[in-house]
């Protein structure tokens, strides 16, 4: 069984260590690459559900 | 560029929302019924055969709304938003329907089985094994036809909406197999793979992610395509969503232990699920904002149109309890929180409030364009909205009165230091008004749906539906674009997006799980915890059944005002047999951990029958057929060997003296209810029911025993 198999692994301390280390390695990254996002590309994102729509109305509201 | 012409499928997205609505109104009706239960128990009596009891009910209402309602609006939503949002038509129509039917085959199983008790006890994961591999062929079906759709796009780019279900199916997938391992002992029955402290954290490192992945995620991703549509504004900040996606997938999956504080799981473990519970604040409310912030300059819409205004509080009700979240997972909050009613008004705000008004938001929205005309009434909308959240506000208030009620009276004690409030029961009475403005809080809320019904099925008969709506978009191209940052590269690769995504969330629950299952410190063992006898354990399946686990914790925490009122508090050690473990999550009635040995066996024999006998005003339902109906000895020395398979140390060969034991624990008891009057037969499920009672918690007593010899 795993359980069995786990047991030998040695230095368990470092575990902690690791994930504090990839999460700020992580984050960081996320961070950096949204500073240097290009904004056209945003623009076009923000864009995407509304492109498949010519004039259509987007309410209940009987005008 | 070479424009194709396609068609988009709204028949499925169709069926899905009749689904999500009759499901809906099924699932809300149940949960009624056990809101009028909790205070008036014998409201379904005469039945007498147990289906429907309130443990067995309350998980049908729990899964009926999750994976039913909740679930068919998923698949609704995700049909209708992806087609639209990759320009293209879902990628096999077989796969479509092979995937609506099997989930409403599923649901219907689960609709016959619970109330029949049969549930393997974990909260959100009750339905038995064969019903689990269902589960997970129709996830992978789901899960191709969405993979498949985003390989066949014409739109280049995956919106975050996208990126949302896609984390959602792989956590989901994951989770959900994790947690059902387990060792099937016949046709409808199973025994956890794990056990005590490992299966409490396995469990809610599921059930939290439930809500994260099932009902949190895939909604925001529903939110981020229907909120811009039905405010015909683009999102706030795009950039804000990646933030919020990346952070919220990678941080939610750590938050489980948060369900643990305080219990016998290690200190460490808890500790890290406070932790990322609180920084969950961040993500969550980046999200919240980017949804209330793309209505800015468009606030004088929402006071017009029903379907902005259910937004809003849907928007507005996520922020509160992800906001509640962290503030239980703190220890201190926690501590008087927990096994409270604080914790169900919290799930319904989730639930009534985000999930119920988003839902209904995007039904009246989707419905219309799907019927190419105006929704029948807007008035009628409006009603459903205040009566709804008239509900909302209903519901949970009462419940939060009852937690500051019940959990100061459990802590309080007397100025010579005993307990104030020693009879558990005298804390119930003083909620019972809570509870019956609770159920009316949620009659209102249910009344709101059958006003949408009806609304929704005039829009449907007036207008026309249109089964495959047309449209056209140039093909893909296939040449491959390189540079670029890379999140863009990576959003054109899905396959490579949705192994990333899995990693994100494998590293939390690896983190978390390894250490507590191969460091042997972290569940001490305790030499005189014993493995269950076969009666006990027959009894232990009786207590299951039952769903006793929903109203009644096992677990002592090490606080004076728990130790004065039920014993000794509880230790890791003493559930290393438990398959599955049954700590409980709410304390309706009182923790049962020490219950071993607290009363004779008459007391429990009465008190199981009619428990106002034994307790005056008791709010317990009666088990007059565990009078009528005989427990199955001859499935037992299956159970030991299946028990024996995962771990817990039965002889080899002890099968064969099985029923002998039964039998001798059997009449041990029958024969000590006979000193106090009592005729009865040994083979009933009481009796084994009491033996289960009677030996919970005493293996430490044993010890104290040895060592003051």
Same mark, same amino acid.
């Given at each position: 069984?795993?359980?069995?198999?786990?047991?030998?692994?040695?230095?368990?301390?470092?575990?902690?260590?690791?994930?504090?280390?990839?999460?700020?390695?992580?984050?960081?990254?996320?961070?950096?690459?949204?500073?240097?996002?290009?904004?056209?590309?945003?623009?076009?994102?923000?864009?995407?559900?509304?492109?498949?729509?010519?004039?259509?109305?987007?309410?209940?509201?009987?005008? | 560029?070479?424009?194709?012409?396609?068609?988009?499928?709204?028949?499925?997205?169709?069926?899905?929302?009749?689904? &999500?609505?009759?499901?809906?109104?099924?699932?809300?009706?149940?949960?009624?019924? !056990?809101?009028?239960?909790?205070?008036?128990?014998?409201?379904?009596?005469?039945?007498?055969?147990?289906?429907?009891?309130?443990?067995?009910?309350?998980?049908?209402?729990?899964?009926?709304?999750?994976?039913?309602?909740?679930?068919?609006?998923?698949?609704?939503?995700?049909?209708?938003?992806?087609?639209?949002?990759?320009?293209?038509?879902?990628?096999?129509?077989?796969?479509?329907?092979?995937?609506?039917?099997?989930?409403?085959?599923?649901?219907?199983?689960?609709?016959?089985?619970?109330?029949?008790?049969?549930?393997?006890?974990?909260?959100?994961?009750?339905?038995?094994?064969?019903?689990?591999?269902?589960?997970?062929?129709?996830?992978?079906?789901?899960?191709?036809?969405?993979?498949?759709?985003?390989?066949?796009?014409?739109?280049?780019?995956?919106?975050?909406?996208?990126?949302? $279900?896609?984390?959602?199916?792989?956590?989901?997938?994951?989770?959900?197999?994790?947690?059902?391992?387990?060792?099937?002992?016949?046709?409808?029955?199973?025994?956890?793979?794990?056990?005590?402290?490992?299966?409490?954290?396995?469990?809610?490192? $599921?059930?939290?992610?439930?809500?994260?992945?099932?009902?949190?995620?895939?909604?925001?991703?529903?939110?981020?395509?229907?909120?811009?549509?039905?405010?015909?504004?683009?999102?706030?900040?795009?950039?804000?969503?990646?933030?919020?996606?990346?952070?919220?997938?990678?941080?939610?999956?750590?938050?489980?232990?948060?369900?643990?504080?305080?219990?016998?799981?290690?200190?460490?473990?808890?500790?890290?699920?406070?932790?990322?519970?609180?920084?969950?604040?961040?993500?969550?409310?980046?999200?919240?904002?980017?949804?209330?912030?793309?209505?800015?300059?468009?606030?004088?819409?929402?006071?017009?149109?029903?379907?902005?205004?259910?937004?809003?509080?849907?928007?507005?009700?996520?922020?509160?309890?992800?906001?509640?979240?962290?503030?239980?997972?703190?220890?201190?909050?926690?501590?008087?929180?927990?096994?409270?009613?604080?914790?169900?008004?919290?799930?319904?705000?989730?639930?009534?409030?985000?999930?119920?008004?988003?839902?209904?938001?995007?039904?009246?929205?989707?419905?219309?364009?799907?019927?190419?005309?105006?929704?029948?009434?807007?008035?009628?909308?409006?009603?459903?909205?205040?009566?709804?959240?008239?509900?909302?506000?209903?519901?949970?208030?009462?419940?939060? =009165?009852?937690?500051?009620?019940?959990?100061?009276?459990?802590?309080?004690?007397?100025?010579?230091?005993?307990?104030?409030?020693?009879?558990?029961?005298? &804390?119930?009475?003083?909620?019972?008004?809570?509870?019956?403005?609770?159920?009316?809080?949620?009659?209102?809320?249910?009344?709101?749906?059958?006003?949408?019904?009806?609304?929704?099925?005039?829009?449907?008969?007036?207008?026309?539906?249109?089964?495959?709506?047309?449209?056209?978009?140039?093909?893909?191209?296939?040449?491959?674009?390189?540079?670029?940052?890379?999140?863009?590269?990576?959003?054109?690769?899905?396959?490579?997006?949705?192994?990333?995504?899995?990693?994100?969330?494998? !590293?939390?629950?690896?983190?978390?799980?390894?250490?507590?299952?191969?460091?042997?410190?972290?569940?001490?063992?305790?030499?005189?915890?014993?493995? $269950?006898?076969?009666?006990?354990?027959?009894?232990?399946?009786?207590? !299951?059944?039952?769903?006793?686990?929903?109203?009644?914790?096992?677990?002592?925490?090490?606080?004076?005002?728990?130790?004065?009122?039920?014993?000794?508090?509880?230790?890791?050690?003493?559930?290393?047999?438990?398959?599955?473990?049954?700590?409980?999550?709410?304390?309706?009635?009182?923790?049962?951990?020490?219950?071993?040995?607290?009363?004779?066996?008459?007391?429990?024999?009465?008190?199981?029958?009619?428990?106002?006998?034994?307790?005056?005003?008791?709010?317990?339902?009666?088990?007059?057929?565990?009078?009528?109906?005989?427990?199955?000895?001859?499935?037992?020395?299956?159970?030991?060997?299946?028990?024996?398979?995962?771990?817990?140390?039965?002889?080899?060969?002890?099968?064969?003296?099985?029923?002998?034991?039964?039998?001798?624990?059997?009449?041990?008891?029958?024969?000590?209810?006979?000193?106090?009057?009592?005729?009865?037969?040994?083979?009933?499920?009481?009796?084994?029911?009491?033996?289960?009672?009677?030996?919970?918690?005493?293996?430490?007593?044993?010890?104290?025993? =040895?060592?003051?010899?």
């Amino acid at each position: 069984m795993f359980k069995h198999y786990f047991e030998q692994i040695q230095n368990i301390e470092i575990w902690p260590v690791i994930s504090l280390i990839l999460f700020f390695v992580f984050f960081i990254f996320t961070i950096v690459w949204i500073l240097f996002l290009d904004k056209k590309y945003i623009e076009k994102m923000k864009g995407l559900p509304f492109d498949d729509e010519a004039g259509e109305t987007n309410t209940n509201l009987k005008n | 560029m070479q424009i194709e012409k396609f068609s988009y499928d709204n028949k499925i997205v169709k069926y899905f929302a009749i689904a &999500t609505v009759v499901w809906g109104t099924i699932g809300m009706l149940v949960g009624i019924i !056990i809101a009028l239960l909790m205070f008036y128990p014998n409201l379904l009596g005469g039945l007498h055969d147990g289906w429907n009891s309130f443990g067995r009910l309350r998980p049908l209402h729990t899964n009926a709304v999750i994976f039913a309602f909740v679930g068919n609006m998923i698949f609704a939503g995700v049909y209708y938003s992806m087609q639209r949002l990759l320009k293209a038509r879902m990628f096999n129509d077989t796969l479509s329907w092979v995937h609506f039917w099997g989930w409403q085959l599923i649901i219907v199983s689960a609709v016959l089985t619970l109330p029949l008790g049969i549930t393997t006890s974990k909260e959100y994961a009750e339905l038995e094994w064969p019903i689990d591999i269902a589960i997970a062929i129709v996830w992978v079906v789901f899960g191709i036809n969405m993979i498949g759709t985003i390989l066949k796009r014409r739109e280049r780019h995956m919106y975050v909406a996208i990126w949302f $279900y896609i984390a959602s199916f792989v956590t989901v997938a994951v989770l959900h197999i994790v947690n059902s391992f387990e060792m099937p002992v016949g046709f409808l029955k199973s025994y956890s793979w794990y056990a005590g402290v490992q299966d409490a954290l396995v469990q809610w490192w $599921y059930g939290h992610n439930a809500v994260a992945f099932f009902l949190t995620t895939p909604y925001l991703g529903l939110m981020y395509y229907f909120l811009p549509k039905a405010a015909n504004r683009p999102v706030y900040s795009y950039k804000l969503s990646i933030i919020h996606f990346w952070a919220l997938i990678f941080i939610y999956i750590w938050a489980g232990p948060h369900h643990l504080l305080y219990t016998a799981l290690p200190d460490w473990a808890q500790s890290l699920g406070t932790v990322f519970s609180v920084m969950l604040i961040a993500p969550s409310w980046g999200g919240m904002l980017n949804g209330l912030l793309t209505l800015r300059g468009a606030w004088d819409r929402v006071r017009e149109e029903p379907v902005l205004k259910f937004m809003v509080v849907a928007v507005t009700a996520y922020g509160m309890s992800t906001f509640e979240g962290p503030m239980l997972s703190l220890k201190n909050f926690n501590a008087v929180a927990h096994y409270t009613d604080y914790i169900i008004g919290h799930v319904h705000i989730g639930g009534l409030g985000w999930n119920g008004f988003l839902t209904f938001g995007i039904l009246y929205w989707m419905i219309p364009k799907m019927w190419n005309t105006k929704l029948h009434s807007l008035k009628l909308a409006n009603m459903h909205f205040w009566i709804g959240s008239l509900g909302i506000v209903f519901y949970a208030l009462p419940l939060y =009165a009852s937690f500051f009620v019940q959990s100061l009276m459990w802590k309080q004690f007397t100025p010579d230091g005993i307990l104030a409030y020693p009879n558990f029961l005298e &804390t119930v009475t003083q909620i019972v008004p809570m509870y019956m403005l609770r159920a009316f809080g949620g009659i209102l809320y249910w009344a709101g749906v059958l006003i949408m019904l009806y609304n929704l099925y005039k829009t449907a008969v007036a207008g026309k539906f249109v089964a495959n709506e047309e449209a056209e978009a140039p093909a893909l191209e296939k040449k491959v674009i390189t540079g670029g940052y890379w999140h863009r590269a990576l959003e054109r690769k899905p396959v490579l997006f949705t192994v990333l995504s899995l990693v994100a969330i494998l !590293i939390g629950g690896i983190i978390e799980m390894v250490p507590t299952f191969l460091i042997k410190s972290n569940v001490p063992t305790i030499a005189s915890v014993q493995p $269950y006898s076969p009666l006990e354990l027959q009894g232990r399946d009786i207590y !299951i059944r039952e769903g006793c686990n929903a109203c009644h914790s096992q677990m002592v925490r090490p606080f004076r005002w728990e130790t004065e009122r039920y014993g000794e508090y509880s230790k890791a050690g003493e559930f290393v047999y438990d398959h599955p473990f049954l700590w409980g999550s709410k304390r309706t009635g009182p923790d049962l951990h020490r219950l071993g040995g607290k009363y004779p066996d008459s007391w429990h024999y009465y008190h199981m029958y009619d428990p106002t006998s034994t307790s005056q005003g008791s709010l317990m339902p009666r088990y007059p057929w565990l009078y009528e109906q005989y427990y199955d000895q001859e499935g037992i020395p299956d159970k030991i060997s299946a028990m024996r398979t995962l771990g817990v140390p039965y002889e080899e060969g002890y099968e064969d003296l099985v029923i002998e034991d039964v039998q001798k624990q059997a009449e041990q008891i029958t024969a000590q209810l006979k000193t106090e009057n009592i005729e009865t037969d040994p083979n009933l499920d009481i009796i084994a029911l009491i033996a289960y009672l009677q030996r919970l918690g005493t293996d430490i007593n044993v010890q104290e025993t =040895a060592s003051a010899q």
